[in-house]
């Protein structure tokens, strides 16, 4: 009965509620229009809607106690109660302390107007605008200071990364990375950018310095996803494209030209030598030194006169790089889901992405899922959790250096004169047994087709398609925290994370190709495991006085540990190809493992002042202890200090309609840099310990061997960075920006200090804090809403960065290494090469400049050399390889569900070094190397004016010098999307589509560089900066896709 | 509202030492060297990882992470003595092609003038090290003895190949620019040091060797360390090249008599692989798991791993009888070069290297008698060994003089042939001028004055940047009549 008459209560008070719920209809305007996305929600329930392009919304209500919220970014909310009303107008007000949108700092978020540092900040839609492997990248020309360059074609490769210039030489220079308050020292390209709310880089002191001993190069903060309370809301974006290079091939000379330019080698070897009958020479020769006969049979192709012989028909004509290169596919799909209810929101997402790189076999695909979720616990306690998960798998052939295997150098160093599969004496294919044609490495018995004098033994076509190394790659973040309020004005936190990086990497050379062939192929395997976790707790007393006075101090303890475990092993002897674990191996060949950890204790303090919201102090301060150092110099304490001043909130303002907002900042700080690295870029962890390596045994007996030299003293490099700002709006918000200037002064310089190689010390250096080194720049960033109100809405925005590099101290007079020479007012990496004097035109000799000499040593002119040798010339400084400015254009365009956006980067001077053309430009001196058209101006007899010497097997006109180094400006078309958001008309039928999108979109389309074949991405640090190496061009991307929101 | 409190008092809780916290970590695949110099155990370990260091010496300023085939170990500087040479020809572009084509020397950044530098002043130094640490130690006076000996001896050797390849030859005048010396480890406050004179390295070279082969052992664990019998043959090549005969041919006779094992021809055609063979004095172990690869001493003979591209000269070929063991050449299918055979490479890569032979104490012996004015029991020698390699060899030349003197040198071609001790090596030492034949491709029939500047290699360019003892006014000379600099 009880049962019943509860049931009854239920249903009455539905049909109650029923008869109660009424439509309310309105518009919302704003400065006189319709305002379209404005949020109206029912307060205390999940209810609401969007109003519509023209601002008008219709909403159910459950009764006149409804309390309607209104609310929009920039503007501030308005509630109204809805009383016996039917029809609700509202007018929203442009709200100026909700500038822009709040911007993740260090330890927490601040709004715009209160940033007291220099942050730059990426939102999401414009993260997700761009098609990316490795997020990284999606700072490119988007944030003013950042330099991202992608020296890879191969997907995922990852970016160099440098923030305000090079502020270290031998510590790295790459920013720390923190992904959700926790430092992330695993690959980028193991997070999705779907997952990707925003990305802050934080550039000056006052926001790095809370990061300490680690902030030196910047900080870059990546902030997961979370949800927002209201309806569940999901979405689904799918695309699929193709990509190729982004930059073309070098141009290549034919098989009969190259043979010709053989010949001639040879013929003026002979000339040079005095033969008489030089042209008979080189065609009895040719044979013999490129050791294949493209046209077949055994006598030389080249007649005593250079000229192909009548007759003569090709045999093959390898086009390595249609053999060796691919144009890929592109597909990607996500799915997320979020929503919540007042207590508990959370954000779920999935996805999935394969992408093919430009070498044959290279590809990249990744499955990646979060969920974050956030809970109010009781109305004093909240947790919270972000649990992200990613496993890749890429295909990685060999794109970069000097290996045999390496694709890219495959084109550019073996001619079309050899084959990919073997030729008998004729030129004709030999087949095995089964009929198929046999891959050529180059080492065979015969006559001819047989000895390759390039390259050998190895056939990069069979390595690439039979070879495999692959990069497996497992990431697991999980962060957990719990925070609570108490006493009004106190919040303690506490938070821990644990990334759990995994790479696994299994190589397999197959026994019948290539550099395993005499062992029955090889099987490896590489693993890394790579624990870290940090635990931060903190307390925060945030309290206002007299309404005016708003103080919040934050104190914060944190432990990070690093724990860096690896393993590798390699076995030969396969009883068959095709096998690729190493059970199926014979042989143990190689077996290693070894562990790396570091680990830092730090103590924080935070304190922000904020009178009337338009004076903003704050000062920082963190100590941190390393275990990179040795104990009496692991200590660190890092400061900063900053301030702004809303200047357009003073009564003095007031008359000038035009400023809307103006603020300026200034901040002051140190911050350190304790990732220092061996010659090879590796982590050194403890740099500062004399110590025997152990595994120098010989054979069974063990042995030890001494180590590099190191300092005891040495300890982190500090950089202490000033930086003035001014943050602006005028014509109410409608031209927004800021400019920053900064001065970064590192010193205690962390430098491999060049020993003597006589003094016999490994690696031939040191690793000490000497020298200084100073980063100076400026940076602009405008936002232009051209069209804002109406139907058609356009934006653009420019940003730039000049910037300049410069070394302010070193331990000695001068520092040569490589190809750079460093002297104090010069930059780091100013190159210090011979310099080209072109070609003489009586011998067709190369030329470079070199000093003359009085009596007493002084340089007291310049002429060219007499010899073909490059040593007797002297280096002269040829320019840096640092670029001085480099920004970025983006513009949108939106006309009723139509979009239109793109995306422009450039970079301005620099040099950098093509030691790719080089090789190509070596003439004679590589019997049957690939060459570079440019070789066909070659000198070729008394009187040529040219700048290409002459072709023989001895000059070294192809040596490192000015004639090699380009002009490394460059400007890329990054990205241009097109959109259609289908009207709300047409999909609102359907019942459940909230929203439909369809887009086609190309990423790095066009490159504009005026050297063909050279990638102007290249390097900036590394191995060989300012060089190339043989890099595959990063690609160009063209795919179409569709968003669905539910 | 309690439960907050606790909530702060776990905050409290997790404020651990930091110190203690951050002391923890420490490496894991090292020692300091306290624990290297308490023990004959732990410096018997140095010296075994410093062969280990020598045999894979890989120059880690090459600025690439791949390793270069033409520049690895010391085995390398053999191949790199014989192709520069007469009776090997190189036509194909293949490493050791900069080397065979003079090319390497002509730049002072190429790999093989820093590898060379590198590798001698790198084993110069850790040697130094060991010894400071050895007298330091506590161990007993007859072990540092034992010890300090093996580690001049490496040192000695390492002064020898570097000074050879960067100074004239000691004959040529004691005044010469030779090469820095350093007889104390580098430390922190260490600056370059300039080149001292020829003789002053050879002094040392000498005070090192004669130490060694007073004090270092007889006996030896295993066949790649130095004892009393290598000390000699070292010594005995020294003094060769230093033109002290009598002493020559009495410290090779020492090598050979305190080795113990004569001769043994049928072990030339064994493939020069095992550290084993009789007739090898000292040499260097690999195996599959421990090998240079590609860049293995016999990667550059062997066709097992790939084709070998340095070839024999026809007129050298010439020199060898049907039934000398040592004719071990093949005829090239359409070419008048000759494929050797003298070197066998394993397939995995793991053959051993050799260093020094029974018969090469023979002929320094034969040498130094001949010089010294005992040529009978030079040409007794001599034919000792021509007749053990040849069975058809059985009358003497009965030269004497200067035949004598060439007839040993011709002798020492055909026996220590790709060994990088004979032709070229002999012509610098003895400072004689020679050129290649027409076998040799065109541009590369070179013609060398005696003491020709392409005889050596240049001081490699980051010396010279590093060193403020060493300025390019100290380089060697790099084309025709430019001038020695002169000693510090």
Redesign the interface.
Known sequence: MKRILLLSFVFLGLITSAWAQRTISGKVTAEGEGLPGVAVRIEGTTQGTVTDVDGNYRLEVPGNNAVLSFSFIGYAEKKVTVGNQSVINVTLAEDVEQLSEVVVVAYGEQSQRSLTSAVGQIDETLIRQQQVVDIGRTLQGTVPGVNIVTGSGQPGSTPQIRIRGISSINSSSEPLIVLDGAVYTGNLNTIDQNEIESISVLKDAAAAALYGSRAASGVILITSKKGKAGDTRINFTASSGFSERAVDEYPFVNTEQNLRLEWEALYN??R??G?ATPGQ?ASD?LL??I?YNPYGG?ESPIGPNGELLPGQTLKWETDWEDALLQRGTRHDANLNVSGGSDKVTYFFSGSYLKQDGVVIGSDFERFAGRLNLDAELTD??SAGLRQSISSSTSNFPQQS???FNNSVQYIRTLSSIYPIYRRDVDGNLILDPAGNPIFDDG???G?IN??R??L??SNAVAQTTLDRSVDNRFFNTTQAF?E?S?LDMFK?R?SFTLNRYTYDNPTYTNPTVG?A????GRIGRNRDFRTEWT?T?S?NWANTFNEDHKVDILLL?E?YDLTINTLNVSK?GLPFPGLYELNSAA????IGG??????????MARAQYDFRNKYFVQGSVRRD???RFA?ES?EGIFYSVSGSWVISDESFMDGIDFISFMKLRGSYGEVGNSFIQD??LNQV??PA???????????S???????P?R?TQLTWETSAITNVGLDFGFFREKLTGSVDAYTKDTEGLIFAR???????????S?L?NVGSLRNKGIEVALNYNILRDGALTWSVGANMAFERNEITELP?E?????NFKRVEGGTVYDFFIREWAGVAPSTGEPMWYRNVLDEA?NVVGRDTTT?Q????SDRIFAGTALPWGRGGFNTRLGFKGLDLSALFNFSLGGKLLDTDYLGLMEGGL???QQKHTDILRRWQQEGDITDVPRL???D?GA?ISTRFLRDASYGRLRNITLGYTLPENLISRSGFIRGLRVFVQGDNLFTFFPYEGLDPEQSIGG??PGQTNNRSSIYKTVTAGIEINL | MKLKYIYSLILCVFIMSCEDFVDEPQPQAEVGSEAVFSSPEGVRAFLTGTYRALRGFNDELANTTASNDDSEGYGSLMNTRTVVGNDFVQPAFQWMAFEYRYLARESSNSRKVNFVWNMAYEIINSMNLLIEGVEASGLSENQKEEFIAEARAIRGLMYFEAVKEYALPYAAGRDNVGIPIYLESASVASTGNPRKSVGEVYDVIRADLEYASANIPVERDFKWRINKAVADGILARVYLHMGLWSEAATAANSARTTYGAGLAPASYADGFDVLESPEWIWGLPFSADQTLYYGSFASFWDGTRYTPTIKANPTFVAEFSETDVRNLFTPIANDVLYDVEKFEANPDFGEDVVLMRVAEMYLIEAEGLARSGSEDAAAELLFELQSNRDPMFTTPSGNTGDALIEEILLERRKELYAEGLADFPDYRRLQMGWSRDASHPAAFRFALEPNDYRFFLLIPQAEIDANPAINEEDQNPNAPGDTWPAAK
């Open positions: 070897d002979a040079l030598t033969d020479t020769e013999g030194r050791g055994l004093w306690l250096g000097t290996s080492q065979n018995e006559p047989a000895v004098p390039v050998q033994p719990l609570a108490f303690a506490t550099s062939r005499t062992v029955g635990l707790n307390l303890q432990a030969t042989t143990l060949e190689a070894a562990e790396n950890k570091e680990r830092i204790g730090s103590l202890i390393s275990s104990p692991r010659n090879q962890y403890f310990e004399n110590v025997f390596e152990t595994g120098w045994d010989q054979l007996t063990p042995g030890i061997y001494v180590g030299l300092n060049p020993l003597s190689n006589s003094l016999g010390v490994r690696t031939n040191i000490e000695q001068e520092i040569i290494t490589g040593g010899s040798s490059v040593a007797q590589r019997p049957g023989n097997s001895t070294q040596s191995l060989l």
